[in-house]
C-alpha cells in the first residue's frame, strides 16, 4: 500500500474543472466564492501546545497532517485570532455573528459587558446562597457560556423535501457546526427580538445565557419544540435518500 | 527533381537521336530505369520529410545554438566580461545596457537567451524516407501517451504476475514494504507535456494518474518502485523559502533586528531589540494609547507570546497608512519576520504553521461598472 502523499485532500470551497476526482493537484481547479488564496494553502495552527507535542506521541493521521504541512503554503492567522489564553473560538464566533455592518468594537464591548453582567449575578447569588449550594454554584461566564451553548445544540434538524407536489419535513441528522450555528442564531435571534425596547443587548444575553444553562429559557424551549417535530415527522425518515 | 530527371532521359531514349546532356553516371541510371517500371510515382514525388509542418529544422536550430555562443563572446569582449566564464545574468544586463527599452510589456524586450529555451521543444521525424512511421502507436495520434500508458499497464501486469507467482508458492503476505511517496507529489500535466513531447487532454493526464494510483493499491508495488517514482516530483520544504537575516548590534551591544510588513493599504517597518522589557512605540507614541482597543494590542503580543518571549524584547514600530486593523496586522507580520532572527529553525517552522509568516493577500475589491459595489448589484426593478 502507499503511504502519505498519495492521499486526497481539498477544501471545500473548490469546484473541479471537468473531472469528478477530488485531487489538491488536478488541472481545472478553480476557487469558488472569491477566496483570495490558492487552494494549495491550508489553514493556520495557532494553539501553542500543538506545536510543542513531539512527533512521536502523534496518532497517525495527525502525522501525516503534520508531513502536509511542511511541504504546502499556510495561510495567515485572522486579525482577530491569537494564541493567548484569552482567545476563545467559540466567543470569538459568537462575537462575529452577532456583529452588524462590521463594527467589531461594539460587539466585543458587549461580549465583555455580558461576560461582566453573569459575573456580577453568580457572584451575587453565591453570597446569598447556604454553605452546602456555593460548590455548586458556577461563577466562570466562560464555563457557563459554553455550558448554555452545548445546551442549546439540537441533536436532530429538519429539512423541507419535496414529494409528489407536497413538501414534507422530514428528521435529518446534523453536522456539528450546523449544530453550533443554529444554538448561536437562535439565542441571537431570541436577544433581539423578545426584549423591552430599553434593555440592553448585554443584559438579555447574560439573561438567556443563564436560563440555558439551567435548561431553561426560550432557546431551550425552541430546541425543544424542534425535537418534537422531529419525533412527529418520524414516519418521513425514509424520504431522505443521502 | 532527380527522379524527374531519370523519368525524361527514359522518355528521351525512347525517342532516339536526342542530343540532350545527361550529367548521369550511366550504370545508375540503367538500374534506375528497371526500377522505375514497377514503382507507383507518388512516392518519388515529394520529399517524405518536408511534409510534416515542421516550423524549425534540426540544423536551423544547430545554426541558431552556434550563432548564440559566438555571440555570446562578442559580447562579453563588448562588455569588457571574460567570454570564457560568462553567465545568463551577465548576458541580460548587457542586452538591457546596450538595448534599453520601455516597452511596457517585460516579454516584449530584446532578449539573448539559448535557442533551446526560445525555439519550443519539437519532434523530429516521426517516419523514414519511404513513409512508414517508426512507432507502431503513430495513427492513434498521441503515440508517446499510448506507450507510455502501455508501458504503465505492462508494468501492473508484472506486479501481478509476481503476486501469483508468490501465492502459488505460498508465500503471498499482505503486509510488505510500501513505497515511500511523502514529501513528493505525482508530475503536473506541463511536466507530462514536456516529459512526452505532445499535448495531451486534462481527461488523459487524469487516466494517466489513476493508473499510476491503481498500480499502487496492489500489495507488492514496491517492486516498480523505481517506475514510480520517476513521475514524482520532490516538494521543497515551505519553511527553507523563508529569508532569514543575521542578527545586527548596536553600540550598546544590544542585539536587534528589522522587519517590514503589509497588511491591505499599511506598511510597517520595525525595529525589535533585544534585553528589554515589552515596551512598545509606535509612531512616537505608547501602543495603549495608539491602539485603544484590546483586539489590535492582541495582534501585537500575538508573535511574541507564541514564543515565550513576551517580556524580553523592546520594540520601535513606524507604521503609515491604511486603519486600525489593517496597521496592527501589518506590525504584526513585521515583528515576526523580525523575531525570525532571535529564534531556532524548529520555532520558524511552528510560527510559518501557526501563520504568522504569511503576508495577507486580501484586499478591498474594486467596485465594477453596472454594479453598486464590488458585488451588490442595483436593485432590480421589474419596469
Known amino acids: ?242 | 527533381m532527380a527522379a524527374r530527371g531519370w523519368r525524361l532521359c527514359a522518355f528521351l531514349q525512347r525517342c532516339s537521336g536526342c542530343s540532350m546532356a545527361m550529367n548521369v553516371p550511366t550504370p545508375v541510371r540503367m538500374s534506375l530505369l528497371v526500377r522505375l517500371i514497377g514503382t507507383s510515382s507518388c512516392l518519388h514525388k515529394k520529399n517524405m520529410a518536408a511534409t510534416f509542418h515542421e516550423k524549425y529544422t534540426e540544423e536551423f536550430i544547430k545554426q541558431q545554438i552556434e550563432e548564440f555562443n559566438i555571440g555570446k563572446r562578442h559580447l562579453a569582449n563588448m562588455m569588457g566580461e571574460d567570454p570564457e566564464t560568462i553567465g545568463q545574468e551577465d548576458i541580460d544586463r548587457a542586452i538591457r545596457y546596450l538595448f534599453p527599452s520601455g516597452v511596457f510589456d517585460k516579454k516584449a524586450r530584446p532578449i539573448m537567451k539559448h535557442p533551446l529555451e526560445i525555439f519550443p521543444k519539437q519532434r523530429a521525424v516521426q517516419w523514414g524516407e519511404d513513409g512508414r512511421p517508426f512507432n507502431y502507436l503513430f495513427y492513434t495520434g498521441k503515440q508517446s501517451y499510448y506507450s507510455l500508458i502501455h508501458d504503465t499497464y505492462e508494468q501492473f501486469l508484472n506486479i501481478q504476475m509476481y503476486e501469483d507467482q508468490l501465492r502459488d508458492k505460498g508465500l503471498f503476505s499482505l503486509d510488505c514494504k510500501p513505497i515511500n511517496l511523502s514529501g513528493s507529489r505525482w508530475l503536473t500535466k506541463e511536466e507530462l507535456e514536456e516529459m512526452l513531447v505532445e499535448h495531451i487532454s486534462d481527461q488523459d493526464y487524469l487516466y494517466f494518474l489513476r493508473l499510476l494510483e491503481r498500480m499502487l493499491s496492489l500489495p507488492y508495488c514496491s517492486i516498480k518502485e523505481e517506475y514510480v517514482l520517476k513521475f514524482r516530483r520532490r516538494m521543497e520544504d515551505q519553511s527553507k523559502k523563508q529569508i532569514i537575516e543575521a542578527l545586527q548590534f548596536d553600540e550598546s551591544g544590544v542585539a536587534f533586528s528589522k522587519g517590514e510588513g503589509k497588511r491591505k493599504t499599511a506598511k510597517a517597518t520595525v525595529i525589535v531589540r533585544d534585553h528589554g522589557s515589552g515596551n512598545i512605540t509606535v509612531n512616537g507614541v505608547d501602543y495603549l494609547f495608539y491602539f485603544p482597543s484590546l483586539q489590535e494590542r492582541e495582534q501585537l503580543m500575538f508573535p511574541f507570546q507564541f514564543l515565550n518571549r513576551l517580556g524580553m524584547h523592546d520594540m520601535e514600530c513606524t507604521v503609515h497608512s491604511g486603519g486600525i486593523s489593517a496597521q496592527a496586522g501589518a506590525i504584526r507580520l513585521a515583528s515576526s519576520r523580525a523575531l525570525l532572527s532571535f529564534i531556532t529553525e524548529k520555532e520558524v517552522e511552528s510560527m510559518r504553521q501557526a501563520g504568522l509568516l504569511t503576508p495577507d493577500p486580501r484586499v478591498r475589491e474594486r467596485k465594477k461598472p453596472g454594479q453598486e459595489g464590488a458585488r451588490r448589484k442595483f436593485t432590480w426593478k421589474k419596469r
Open chain 1, 1 to 242: 500500500m502507499a503511504a502519505g502523499g498519495s492521499s486526497l485532500v481539498m477544501g471545500s470551497a473548490v469546484r473541479l474543472g471537468r473531472c469528478c476526482r477530488l485531487n489538491a493537484w488536478m488541472p481545472g481547479l478553480v476557487p469558488v466564492r472569491g477566496s483570495r488564496y490558492n487552494p494549495y494553502y491550508l489553514e493556520p495552527e495557532i494553539y501553542k501546545e500543538r506545536h510543542q507535542i513531539p512527533v512521536t506521541e502523534l496518532g497517525p493521521e495527525e502525522a501525516a497532517a503534520l508531513e502536509l504541512r511542511t511541504t504546502r503554503p499556510i495561510k495567515a492567522a485572522l486579525s482577530h485570532q491569537s494564541s493567548s489564553v484569552f482567545y476563545d473560538f467559540l466567543v470569538s464566533k459568537f462575537t462575529n455573528m452577532m456583529m452588524l455592518k462590521g463594527q467589531k468594537l461594539l460587539s466585543r464591548s458587549i461580549m465583555s459587558k455580558t461576560f461582566e453582567s453573569i459575573k456580577r449575578k453568580q457572584i451575587e447569588s453565591y453570597h446569598k446562597a447556604s454553605e452546602s449550594e456555593k460548590d455548586a454554584i458556577e461563577c466562570n461566564p466562560y464555563k457557563i457560556f459554553h455550558q448554555a451553548l452545548e445546551n442549546c445544540k439540537p441533536v436532530i434538524g429538519l429539512t423541507s423535501i419535496q414529494r409528489g407536489g407536497k413538501s414534507y419535513q422530514v428528521p435529518t441528522p446534523l453536522t456539528d457546526n450546523r449544530r453550533r450555528f443554529l444554538a448561536m442564531k437562535w439565542l441571537l435571534t431570541e436577544c433581539r427580538e423578545n426584549r423591552h425596547r430599553r434593555t440592553h443587548m448585554n443584559e438579555r444575553l447574560s439573561q438567556e445565557l443563564l436560563a440555558a444553562f439551567n435548561n431553561e429559557g426560550n432557546v431551550i424551549k425552541r430546541k425543544h419544540d424542534l425535537h418534537k417535530m422531529a419525533e412527529a415527522n418520524r414516519a418521513f425518515a425514509h424520504f431522505r435518500w443521502w
